[in-house]
């Protein structure tokens, strides 16, 4: 029986590439000379630390641009509320999304057995596996799924006949 996987998975060492370039940038850019701007990970949570608001934003809008150009979707991010740090510091945690969370599963596997597709969806932790009983199904259940207008960056894997 054909089935695929839908997951929902951030390549870990593509952020940290995408980091390094992102502090190199930082220390040559006139704009940030002498300020305490720096972007930090561990695990899967992002710290930013900015001098002030405006720069906070730069090095937001920077992150944004370097995880792009590494081909990362940047829906892949959750960005929480600024708040104050030492000093006139402000320090913003960005949390980098994994898996597909358990609400998000069940409106897909809603949405797929409203639309009458002859295909089976079961929940599998923070994945989704797919079958049915035709390839032309299962096709058709990825292009019903990526016209959800989901934030959240899908990949569709695993697709066996």
Partial sequence: MPSFDIVSKTDLAEVDNALQNLSREIATRFDFKGTACSVERKD?????????DTRLKTVQELLRGHLTRRKLDVGC???????KASGN???QVVVVKQGI???LAKKIVKSLKDSKLKVQA???GDELRI???????LQTA????KGMKIELPL???NFRD
């Fill in 142 to 145: 990825i292009a019903h799924v």
């Fill in 131 to 137: 079958s049915g009983k035709s390839r032309d199904d």
């Fill in 77 to 83: 991010l959750d960005m929480k509320t600024p708040e």
């Fill in 101 to 103: 969370e358990s609400e």
């Fill in 155 to 157: 990949q569709f894997l």
């Fill in 44 to 52: 899967e949570t992002l710290t930013i630390l900015a001098d002030d």
């Fill in 122 to 124: 079961a929940i599998q």
């Fill in 89 to 91: 510091t402000l320090r």
